[in-house]
């Protein structure tokens, strides 16, 4: 059995969105999981439309999903006289020919099938004139008259098309340039591709792409198309529903590993399995399993799986990706093991990376704004006392664990007759200006003793200092 190739043909004429993601996903897993090939193909023919902004976005898209590929990038512009070969091969062959119809004799045709019940279609006037080239001429391939063409779909099964219901579709434009069905066929065939993962809007261009195969006298690569993705209105996936480009993922907060498993569901199960590591994705992706329902695209659970996956991903793997967010907010970080501390006491609570970036910040700036509501409640006389003891304590510390504080709390409560909470919560707002965080014995471990006593100190000053302004 030969090995598996597949691509991903994206059109430069835009950002890469989720469900072009998704369908260079399928075919990268799929390649990865038989062993086979990844070709990666720009579609640039769309002179008009395509743009060098686009392929970098597409690039860019591709990179922050970690999906590689083993071949390419190839550019259709690029091989026009790979076309021109094709194109005449048919000729000679009598499977195609010129065709001189004017745009008006055009509109007249489509216009008598549609009279007569049929399908607005070429009636086939030119077939068999024996044109040769001239300089308002298309080529047109001689499709087959009678008899049906079978699309063996791997998700869908078989789709049967009536010949009679098709006509004869252009392959060369009047200036040489080959149209978009006939180029799909030529680079498959030309760089290998035995297996065609793609959405379903592409199904009423396969019959034609698999008459052009026969025609040739190539073997069918295998077809597998796919449902569209839906947003939770079931309507077309669209801006309002996610429809971005996946770097706006990236930008939101979403980890690569997250947004390649959420992808993955969108059409693809593997029993009741949702949370996949990207080794589990290679290991367990088959077209078996890809359903034939569209998938429908729900923000709220990209999120929860997002989460999911920043509670699964190890502190030091999280710094990565944290770090250009914190930089985003004017930090610049200097020592990782501090940074993977900050990150152990976060990612239990985090949705996002830049939700984690917000929360984190009382970390990363000694100058601690207190919420009013905290401080009024917390910050006050009947405080005064515990934050004192506390720092008295703290400082005599010469291990800074969590054992150690822990005696130190424990000490203070004694000495004070106040249960935990009643001392935690001032020493909170004091550390980070809110009172909801993260553990407080995690925060003042990870800030360490002499950023703690200060915060400390300044929250006990400010006490005083409001006193004063009563």
């Given at each position: 059995?030969?090995?598996?190739?597949?691509?991903?043909?994206?059109?430069?004429?835009?950002?890469?969105?989720?469900?072009?993601?998704?369908?260079?996903?399928?075919?990268?897993?799929?390649?990865?999981?038989?062993?086979?090939?990844?070709v990666l193909r720009i579609e640039d023919t769309d002179t008009a439309r395509s743009t060098q902004a686009s392929v970098d976005a597409i690039f860019e898209g591709l990179e922050w999903l970690r999906i590689d590929w083993d071949d390419g990038p190839y550019f259709q512009s690029k091989r026009l006289d790979i076309y021109q070969q094709y194109i005449q091969r048919l000729l000679d062959k009598e499977a195609a020919y010129?065709?001189?119809?004017?745009?008006?004799?055009?509109?007249?045709?489509?216009?008598?099938?549609?009279?007569?019940?049929?399908?607005?279609?070429?009636d086939g006037t030119c077939r068999d004139k024996g044109l040769s080239k001239s300089a308002d001429?298309?080529?047109?391939?001689?499709?087959?008259?009678?008899?049906t063409t079978v699309l063996s779909d791997v998700i869908k099964g078989n789709i049967v098309f009536q010949n009679s219901e098709m006509d004869d579709f252009i392959i060369a434009r009047s200036d040489?340039?080959?149209?978009?069905?006939?180029?799909?066929v030529i680079d498959d065939l030309t760089m290998g591709i035995n297996t065609v993962i793609r959405g379903d809007d592409h199904?009423?261009?396969?019959?034609?792409?698999?008459?052009?195969?026969?025609?040739?006298?190539?073997?069918?690569?295998?077809?597998?198309?796919?449902?569209?993705?839906?947003?939770?209105?079931?309507?077309?996936l669209s801006k309002r529903?996610?429809?971005?480009?996946?770097?706006?993922?990236?930008?939101?907060?979403?980890?690569?590993?997250?947004?390649?498993?959420?992808?993955?569901?969108?059409?693809?199960?593997?029993?009741?399995q949702e949370f996949f590591t990207r080794a589990e994705l290679i290991e367990k992706f088959t077209l078996e399993n890809i359903g034939r329902s569209a998938g429908v695209f729900d923000i709220e659970k990209l999120q929860a799986l997002n989460a999911d996956h920043i509670k699964a991903m190890a502190p030091g793997k999280l710094v990565q990706h944290l770090t250009p967010f914190l930089n985003a907010k004017g930090y610049t970080l200097t020592e990782d093991a501090f940074i993977e501390g900050v990150i152990n006491t976060l990612r239990?609570?985090?949705?996002?990376?830049?939700?984690?970036?917000?929360?984190?910040?009382?970390?990363?700036?000694?100058?601690?704004?207190?919420?009013?509501?905290?401080?009024?409640?917390?910050?006050?006389?009947?405080?005064?006392?515990?934050l004192n003891l506390l720092i008295d304590r703290l400082a005599q510390l010469e291990q800074f664990d969590e054992k150690a504080l822990e005696g130190a709390f424990l000490a203070v409560m004694d000495q004070t007759g106040l249960k935990?909470?009643?001392?935690?919560?001032?020493?909170?707002?004091?550390?980070?200006?809110?009172?909801?965080?993260?553990?407080?014995?995690?925060?003042?471990?990870?800030?360490?003793?002499?950023?703690?006593i200060a915060r400390l100190k300044k929250a006990v000053q400010f006490v005083l200092d409001q006193e004063k302004q009563q």
């Open positions: 059995m030969d090995p598996i190739v597949t691509r991903f043909p994206p059109s430069p004429t835009g950002f890469l969105h989720v469900g072009g993601a998704r369908t260079a996903l399928f075919n990268w897993l799929y390649a990865r999981h038989m062993k086979g090939k990844f010129y065709c001189t119809c004017t745009t008006q004799e055009l509109e007249v045709m489509r216009q008598k099938g549609m009279a007569a019940g049929g399908k607005p279609k070429y001429a298309v080529v047109r391939f001689k499709a087959p008259l009678a008899g040489g340039t080959p149209t978009y069905n006939f180029c799909v199904v009423m261009n396969t019959p034609k792409q698999i008459q052009l195969y026969n025609a040739l006298g190539s073997p069918l690569p295998t077809f597998g198309h796919v449902p569209m993705v839906l947003g939770n209105d079931r309507s077309r529903h996610g429809a971005m480009s996946v770097t706006a993922y990236r930008d939101m907060g979403y980890l690569p590993d997250a947004f390649i498993n959420y992808l993955v569901r969108l059409g693809w199960s593997f029993g009741d239990e609570r985090s949705k996002t990376l830049l939700d984690m970036a917000d929360d984190a910040l009382f970390y990363f700036s000694d100058d601690i704004q207190y919420e009013e509501k905290a401080a009024q409640k917390f910050l006050k006389p009947t405080a005064l006392e515990a935990l909470g009643k001392i935690a919560q001032p020493v909170r707002v004091a550390l980070t200006g809110k009172t909801a965080s993260p553990g407080i014995f995690e925060i003042i471990e990870v800030l360490g003793k002499d950023r703690v």
